[in-house]
């Protein structure tokens, strides 16, 4: 069966600090792993991806992911975090051979002053 | 990247009435696109896939004959909301793929029937 967890469906950061958003993923097939980021009434906008190249991803506005097979995760992470960085953020998963997304029910990051 | 567009961005329609959602990828050619409807701080839910030239594929629980779904070119999928009740105000998102592994998102819609 496929699915993806987001651990946490609220982070809360205060600006300049880390910012560490968790995802597992359970996937039969090879998968490619997708974070999305998305801010009130607006579309999905594309931080990262995974696609079996290598494990560490970087990706927009600072962010990077590490895919770890063993783990099966693929946690999202920022150095420093930014008042910009406030919005919905989305774990997804691509099962190998399939078309469809599978989508984490999403984390809000917020973030304060 | 690759860019698709969503129109209306928001509307408001009379309970009764229909709604058509455009989506358009502006420099690639879609092989497929996806709608999905989003609730109030909820993920995606995928409503259906369609691929050019075909029929859509609707997911369990989403009636085709009242999201009416057209993929008439590589580069335009409508979504049409007929006879709109209130109960199908939400954020509906479409997505296009070229068949690789990354699907592009429009801006959304926001729906709300009154």
């Known amino acids: 069966a496929q699915s993806v967890t987001q651990l946490d469906s609220h982070v809360s950061v205060s600006e300049g600090t880390p910012v560490l958003l968790r995802c597992n993923y359970s996937?039969?097939?090879?998968?490619?792993l997708f974070w999305y980021v998305q801010h009130p009434n607006k579309g999905l906008q594309l931080l990262l991806k995974?696609?079996?190249?290598?494990?560490l991803v970087k990706g927009i506005n600072g962010f990077e992911a590490e895919f770890k097979k063993s783990e099966t995760s693929f946690h999202l992470t920022k150095p420093s975090a930014h008042m910009s960085d406030a919005a919905e953020y989305f774990c997804v998963v691509l099962p190998g051979g399939y078309n469809k997304l599978i989508f984490g029910a999403g984390t809000r990051l917020a973030v304060h002053p | 990247g690759a860019v698709v567009s969503q129109h209306p961005s928001r509307v408001i329609c009379k309970s009764g009435t229909s709604v058509k959602i455009e989506c358009r990828s502006l420099d690639f050619q879609a092989t497929t696109m996806f709608w999905y409807r989003q609730f109030p701080k909820q993920s995606l839910m995928l409503m259906a896939t369609s691929n050019e030239g075909s029929k859509a594929t609707y997911e369990q629980g989403v009636e085709k004959d009242k999201f009416l779904i057209n993929h008439a070119s590589l580069t335009l999928s409508t979504l049409t909301v007929t006879s709109a009740h209130p109960e199908d105000s939400s954020f509906y998102i479409c997505?296009?793929?070229?068949?690789?592994?990354?699907?592009?998102f429009g801006q959304g819609t926001r729906l709300t029937v009154v």
């Open positions: 995974y696609t079996s190249a290598a494990t």
């Open positions: 996937s039969s097939y090879s998968p490619s």
């Open positions: 997505s296009a793929s070229q068949g690789g592994t990354e699907a592009f």
